[in-house]
């Protein structure tokens, strides 16, 4: 069988998994995105309680496997009366493992803002919480963008890992087609290629692009 006719075979059980693989990554990323900003601003606070809370909950998920956490999620907590459907466990594992590691980019972005601006806006009068919104995470925002490119391709990726739990994404549908063809090269070469797509032609052009929106409305553009 050639390529071609593979495609026109199997296409549209591929693009069946890219549907399932986009909502997964887009729900993971809204959740990795307000854990980081929750996460950050804790392991900052100057409250012991909130801080040592971002401060566990960063290291128990950044210092262990996402694919246990998976597991955990999914085959774990039914165990003591909380059962996720296998969607829902994929989306979340993801989320709460990428929403670390952007706990401590969030944090990083906040502390590069320069100690003037701090000061200025206490100079103002404005309360911690102005400050922080109207100040400090405009000026943190641009500084952490393009880590969080990295980090959302990084996230891409890692959807991959819901197969595992019998997600029916883009990796899921490989590996049956796989199955039932053994024509690994084909399905995982067309795997492969979709995921380089996404990453390369949708995921890094949206974060470009929003880089040159904050960098403009900083007037640094």
Do not use: H
């Amino acid at each position: 069988m050639s390529y071609w006719s593979f495609l026109v075979e199997y296409g549209p059980r591929f693009i069946d998994g890219v549907w399932i693989t986009a909502q997964q990554f887009v729900l993971a990323a809204l959740l990795a995105i307000a854990i980081a900003l929750c996460a950050g601003l804790m392991r900052l606070s100057e409250n012991a309680a909130s801080r040592g809370l971002a401060i566990g909950y960063i290291e128990l998920f950044r210092g262990t496997s996402l694919l246990v956490q998976l597991y955990w999620i999914f085959f774990v907590l039914p165990l003591f009366g909380i059962t996720l459907e296998k969607f829902s466990a994929g989306f979340l594992a993801v989320g709460m493992n990428l929403g670390a590691y952007g706990a401590e980019l969030v944090r990083g972005g906040i502390q590069s803002v320069p100690k003037g601006q701090w000061e200025a806006a206490y100079a103002l009068s404005m309360s911690p919480a102005k400050r922080m919104i109207r100040v400090i995470l405009p000026q943190a925002l641009l500084n952490m963008l393009p880590p969080w490119g990295n980090l959302l391709i990084e996230l891409l990726k890692s959807t991959a890992l819901v197969s595992l739990i019998a997600v029916a994404d883009l990796m899921f549908q490989a590996k049956q087609i796989n199955g039932s063809t053994f024509m690994s090269a084909q399905a995982f070469g067309t795997a492969l290629i979709i995921y380089y797509i996404l990453a390369r032609f949708i995921v890094t052009p949206f974060m470009r692009r929003c880089e040159l929106v904050m960098a403009r409305k900083m007037g640094r553009g």
